[in-house]
Nanobody, 123 residues
């Protein structure tokens, strides 16, 4: 499986950004998908996860109400719409395949990881 994240960049606080992750190598609809992020000097943390059929999404409290995760099974891709961005959202964002509905933040339950895309939010 290959995961290619894109869409990162430098924005100002309050702006929006949309990340994408392209999936290839296996049957996309067989996998739940997640987004994680890692800021300098910090551990990688959970951001969001979406189920295989998009009927269930989970969000970290820090992004709930601002970020929206979606997927397009026809295009083998997931997206993370990030609104009202804050400087504390600055991190490298990673997409991952797998995970578990009951424990969406468990990194060890994701099977595949992408290379990450940098998001920088200036104040």
């Amino acid at each position: 499986v290959q995961l290619q994240a894109s869409g990162g960049g430098l924005v100002q606080a309050g702006d929006s950004l949309r990340l994408s992750c392209a999936f290839s190598g296996r049957t996309f609809r067989d996998y739940g998908m997640g987004w994680f992020r890692q800021a300098p000097g910090k551990e990688r943390e959970f951001v969001a996860r979406i189920s295989r059929s998009s009927d269930r999404t989970s969000y970290a409290n820090s992004v709930k109400g601002r970020f929206i995760m979606s997927r397009d099974n026809a295009k083998n891709s997931v997206h993370l719409q990030m609104n009202s961005l804050k400087p504390e959202d600055t991190a490298v964002y990673y997409c991952a395949a797998g995970g578990n509905y009951w424990f969406p933040d468990r990194r060890d339950m994701y099977e595949y990881w992408g290379q990450g895309t940098q998001v920088t939010v200036s104040s």
